[in-house]
């Protein structure tokens, strides 16, 4: 079988969020399978090319599209997935990937669409001849669309999984004329959305399959309350919507082996976590080992919970604990975040991306907050929990499907079931309970340590779907 798999972002080339990282480790793990994988994604300007020896194979595609045409060099890494890089600094050697932190880029429509066109264009070329093709979230959805209709290779399955269905590619209709697509396509039923172009819903009316990233978020995104729109057309394309929950590459991701954090350990040499703790609270100004450190890594997007985290802030700094914030978003909340700095004792913020920190705060935490609004996976509680740090959490899609509450049997986190200040504090009272029982405590630490999050059963899962889709078997994963 062979499958091509598009991702705006790949982790460790580009990487904005959780998209890049399933997109990184997902193919490869596929890959191992037996399965032949070719991995496609833009080549931005900020993507190292040295240090991943990514290189030119001097092969040129030409897209026509808005009037003109845009030339793509490819690059390509082999690795056990052949990764292909497309190259045109026009429209992606810029300094972000998707906007600044003022906005989006006016042109994501043609970037984006171009890229698409680009991908379906080499792989002709190149005579892949995939039997699946599998995008990812609004930037590569247009993919599906040109596959069934401008293509005509209905032989090829298409799947798409929706990593976050808030992000939808939205923009005026005459996207439809400058991406070459046809006023036909501008219907209910098809890419128009509100009298405008939703590349997402092109993705979710055209693809063979849709998937996203938790059985709960497959079934809260039929709801009102969590669909942004699209919840009536996915009740209609109830039947092809599968949640495969994601997972972490274990060895991305192992307190043993990270080179950034101040020292290893694992299940059996746990009582190392604590030098960790130590040095972070060093590293941090923050004081008093013997409070719990509760950590927060995210993208600072309302989604995040992060209203919460902000209105209960002068409770936080009153509470007998100490609380590490590292994130980086929305101007509004990086300025909040900035503005704060410094002023509350227990209380560290960092506004900024940086991933070998965030490493630090997973080995040095004690919890990890995400109040998350909707949470359609999260890697996060995966990653913590890899490096024995206890989840407090809202009980909302992927963070239902992977924390267990400590009232319920066998249970081994916190949740909470509304996004209110009330609840969320008490959470947090909860948390501190259970940092106070130090043998249970330890005992959870030790058996979260041991789960399996990894991303080999997630790729069993999308082999089944693959297999099922190819010999149009009914679906059982
Ligand atoms: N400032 C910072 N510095 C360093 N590292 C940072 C950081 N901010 C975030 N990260 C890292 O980025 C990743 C975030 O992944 P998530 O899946 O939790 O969120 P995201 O919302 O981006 O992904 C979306 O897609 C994924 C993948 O499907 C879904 O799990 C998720 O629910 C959905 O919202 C983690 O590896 C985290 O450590």
């Given amino acids: ?46 993507v190292d090319i040295e240090k991943h020896k990514i290189k030119p194979i001097n092969v040129y595609i030409d897209v026509f599209l808005n009037g003109r045409t845009y030339t793509f060099e490819v690059y390509k890494l082999i690795d056990n997935v052949i990764f292909f890089f497309l190259k045109n600094d026009e ?28 991908v379906m264009e080499f792989i002709k070329k190149e005579e892949l001849d995939p039997d699946i093709i599998h995008v990812n979230d609004w930037q590569t959805s247009l ?44 219907h209910m039923e098809a890419l128009e959305f509100y009298d405008k172009v939703n590349f997402l819903k092109g993705g979710i009316v055209f693809s063979s399959a849709i998937t996203t990233v938790s059985p709960t978020y497959a079934k809260e995104i039929l709801k009102p309350e969590y669909g942004f729109g699209l919840d009536g057309l996915l009740r209609k394309y109830e039947n092809k919507l599968y949640g495969i929950i994601n997972g972490i590459d274990y060895n991305v991701w192992n307190p043993e082996t990270d080179k950034y954090i101040y020292e290893n350990y694992c299940e059996y040499t746990i009582e190392k976590k604590s030098i960790n703790k130590k040095l972070f609270l060093k590293e ?102 890899r490096y024995a740090t206890l989840v407090v959490a809202r009980k909302t899609g992927g963070l239902n499907d992977t924390v267990v509450d400590i009232s319920q049997p066998d249970g081994y986190g916190i949740l909470f079931e509304n996004p209110n200040k009330y609840e969320f504090l008490n959470a947090i009272n909860r948390a501190i309970d259970l940092y106070n029982n130090k043998q249970k405590f330890l005992e959870l630490q030790k058996r979260v340590m041991g789960f399996d999050f990894s991303i080999e059963s997630t790729a069993q899962k999308y082999i089944k779907l693959y297999e099922s889709l190819k010999y149009s078997r009914e679906v059982v994963l």
């Fill in 1 to 46: 079988m062979k499958v091509v798999f598009a991702s705006s972002e790949i982790y460790p080339f580009a990487k904005t969020g959780g998209l890049a990282d399933i997109s990184g480790s997902l193919p490869k793990e596929i890959a191992k399978k037996g399965i032949k994988v070719f991995g496609f994604m833009p080549l931005y300007k900020t």
């Fill in 91 to 118: 429209l992606f050697g810029r300094d972000y990937l998707y906007g600044t932190p003022e906005g989006d880029y006016p042109d994501n429509d043609v970037r984006f669409g171009a890229f698409s066109y680009a």
């Fill in 143 to 186: 993919i599906p669309v040109l596959t069934y209709y401008k293509y005509n290779w209905h032989h090829v399955r298409t799947v798409l999984t929706i990593h976050n269905l808030a992000y939808q590619g939205i923009f005026d209709k005459f996207a439809i004329e400058r991406l070459n697509l046809g006023w036909d396509l501008f």
């Fill in 284 to 385: 941090t100004n923050l004081e008093g080992e013997e409070k719990p450190l509760f950590i927060f890594i995210g993208r600072l997007a309302q989604q995040k919970g992060i209203d919460l985290i902000k209105d209960s802030i002068e409770e936080l700094s009153k509470l007998p604990i100490n609380l590490a914030i590292l994130g980086s978003g929305d101007k509004e909340y990086n300025d909040f975040f900035e503005s704060i700095k410094g002023k509350y004792e227990n209380i560290f913020i960092k506004v900024g991306y940086d991933e070998p920190f965030s490493r630090k705060m997973y080995a040095a935490g004690d919890f990890l907050l995400m109040p998350s609004l909707f949470e359609p996976c999260g890697l996060n509680q995966m990653i913590a929990m």
